[in-house]
């Protein structure tokens, strides 16, 4: 394999050809507290450093310290967009070491709650996704359209951002009379902003030539960066937790992965379309497969003086942006040994960026950092 | 997944096996085997992806810990390395150029936990961490209380709220109060 890095050409600053700026930590346009060190010539990037470190709050550290139910309200903050897949995985993983096996009717509930988390974070990422290229209103129309799925959120678990709704050994309360209703409303309104984005965005003369193209990743890449989820699917390679490693109920859900093969960053925006319209089937097939009654939570030690086994796992789940991976050391005691979290975007945001920036122009750089779907907060943990 | 193990027995004489899950499985080889023993997961066992690096401070045994988590598309498996290495002058070898997205988690653990990767490109650059002049703060005995009471201005404390006391006051008053009665006469001795 040739080298993916030239870590030997330099670019003499005094030269007058070349200029040197800082895009974030604030800026309109990048995802987050997250700053990208630039090296110009003219309109065109030759050089890129990707900085992060403005929202590190030491979450793996403080785990240490806390015991397993206090980590809870941690790590759900560690992704904002999508907290969910993070609280699955802390409590599925501390399930896993100490022997907890959770009641058939929680699993369909946290799959549930999954999902809509993947539909809310994927409409939030086309509205970003628009609007990183100057179509300001769809991102507007998708932050609206979310807020009713934060709605269901709040009905279903009493927080509309950070839920804290799975528990060890199930979730918290059972669903409320008439949710389904509820929520299938809302998911005919999505249907119908998803149909409106295909005319405006994906139809869109000015999206089409500006994505079409920006930001290849060849399919070579993909094992070398550790590529996963949306971003691997749309340079062709068929990977998806769900499918290939099925936890909760997804291996009794009928649904198959949407692949693309040109690996820009339009059809990474296409691919999140169907994921997003693949969520919503899934809430559907959820709600209607799903035991109708049945206990939501089953009996765990005392929370307050829980000592979990010595051992560790690798436990992962797909969320919105990618493979998420959780893993857990214990040893014995009541607190967590060590806790790492690999966001899924980590692998994306940092080194991938940085490669691929190369040569894109100053004014793409925002749309192609929302296609790799950058999290700092995840990152940084 | 099991003619595999045999396989790593016989090469590197991986100890500690645990089959976690029927897709998961981790082993401990020695810190001079440990690159061609992940060069030889990805040349010939297919385990191309490397999902993370990460490191474990082990204080009381003066070790770290570093894992190698790889993944397998083709058979859809993974597996977990372990490697022991001593705690003072921590240094493991660098796979960056195994793997081009090794450099960041190398770089990380550098920061973090204060192990060398010598020749990795970037390793010295601030992660997270700007003007550090600290020991890393993810070993075990960097004090984070202590750290920022001497580097923030002074503050009364904070409101204490411990959880166990919390519910021991509320559920069980009278047993808390004998327990807080002794507590205070063993300390005033």
Known sequence: MKPIWNDTQEYDLKSGKYVKIWQGPQHPGVTGNMSLELLLEGDEIKWLKTHVGYLHRGFEKLMERRKFIN???????????????????????TEELS??????????????????????????????????????????????????????????????????????????????????????????????????????MFNNAVFKSRAKGLGIIPKDWIEPFGITGTTARGSGVNYDVRKDHPYLVYDRLDFEVNVGTDGDVYERSLIRKEESLLSIRLIRQILSKMPKTGPVRTFIPDILHWKIPAGETYLKAESGRGEYGYYMVTDGSEYPRRVHVKGASYTHAMALLEKLGEGVTNADIFGLMVSLQTCPPEIER | MKEMIDRIKQKFNAKDINQQKATLVFFTVEKKDLEGCVLYMKEFEGYGNLTMITAIDWIEKNQFQLTYHLHNYTNRTDVSIRTYIEREKPSMVSIHNLWAGARVFQREIKELFGIDFPGCPRVNDNFVLEGWDNIPPMRRDFDTKKYSEETYFPRPGRYKKDNVQFMEENLYPVEAEVKKSIADTVKKK
């Open chain 1, 71 to 93: 980590c809870f309200p941690i790590v759900c903050r560690i992704c904002v967009p999508e907290p969910d897949t993070n609280e699955y995985l802390f409590a599925a993983a």
């Open chain 1, 99 to 200: 022997g907890i096996e959770i009641p058939e009717r929680a699993k369909w509930i946290r799959a549930l709650n999954l999902e809509m988390a993947r539909l809310a974070a994927t409409i939030m990422g086309l509205g970003g996704q628009a609007a990183s290229f100057g179509l300001g209103t769809i991102g507007q129309w998708a932050v609206a359209h979310r807020d009713f799925l934060l709605d269901s959120f709040e009905e279903l678990t009493g927080g509309r951002i950070y839920h804290m709704y799975m528990i060890p050994g199930g979730v918290r309360y059972d669903i409320p009379e008439g949710f389904a209703g509820r929520l299938e409303k809302t998911l005919v309104k999505i249907e119908k902003l998803i149909s409106d984005i295909d005319k405006v």
